[in-house]
T-cell receptor
């Protein structure tokens, strides 16, 4: 069965500092991996996703993530954060089985950017 | 293009009362999802539709929850009767096709409070 673990529930960081939000997953089959961001009182929106190919994926707002199959990880990084990056970030994994697919979301990491 | 529309945005009811949520997906999106998001948690799938067919309702508590997607466009999620534990945010999402690698587009959610 799939599972997603976001290792940090909260990450405080100063503006212009780098940040890494960690995500580990488990699945018995090939997976697709996603990072979504949720701003207050809004729905989730896609930051980036890994389907296949290059393990380094670039997304919107300067974020990138690296798929590491041996470590079963998909950590999200940004070299310099802004106040506006304060939000909840969700890692998700989907796999395609014979009966369809399931998307499982992690519990989320709250990124708080301080001035 | 217009995003996923949900209404109402907020709903406060007393326990044992019925409640309904409405979702209009992005035009042309065949797949529609209803998720439950508890405070401090990631979304959890309640039901997924491919056009008019509910293809995954394994996590829907069928004793009190029901959903429909008539004509394969709009969808309604109903709870009858509501319990205190149903207080949460109910998210609707849509995607172009029912594939594991598809991006899901989320609405802003309906925040339900059961008193």
């Amino acid at each position: 069965a799939q599972s997603v673990t976001q290792l940090d529930s909260q990450v405080p960081v100063f503006e212009e500092a780098p940040v890494e939000l960690r995500c580990n997953y488990s699945s018995s089959v090939s997976v697709y991996l996603f990072w979504y961001v949720q701003y207050p009182n809004q729905g989730l929106q896609l930051l980036l996703k890994y389907l296949s190919g290059s393990t380094l994926v670039k997304g919107i707002n300067g974020f990138e993530a690296e798929f590491n199959k041996s470590q079963t990880s998909f950590h999200l990084r940004k070299p310099s954060v802004h106040i506006s990056d304060t939000a909840e970030y969700f890692c998700a994994v989907s796999d395609q089985g014979t009966g369809g697919f399931k998307t499982i979301f992690g519990a989320g990491t709250r990124l708080f950017v301080k001035a | 293009e217009a995003g996923v529309v949900q209404s109402p945005r907020y709903k406060i009811i007393e326990k044992k009362q019925p409640v309904a949520f409405w979702c209009n997906p992005i035009s042309g999106h065949n797949t529609l999802y209803w998720y439950l998001q508890n405070l401090g948690q990631g979304p959890e799938l309640l039901i997924r539709y491919e056009n008019e067919e509910a293809v995954d309702d394994s996590q829907l508590p069928k004793d009190r929850f029901s959903a429909e997607r008539l004509k394969g466009v709009d969808s309604t999620l109903k709870i009858q009767p509501a319990e205190l534990g149903d207080s949460a945010v109910y998210l609707c999402a849509s995607s172009r096709a029912g594939l594991a690698g598809d991006t899901q587009y989320f609405g802003p959610g309906t925040r339900l409070t059961v008193l």
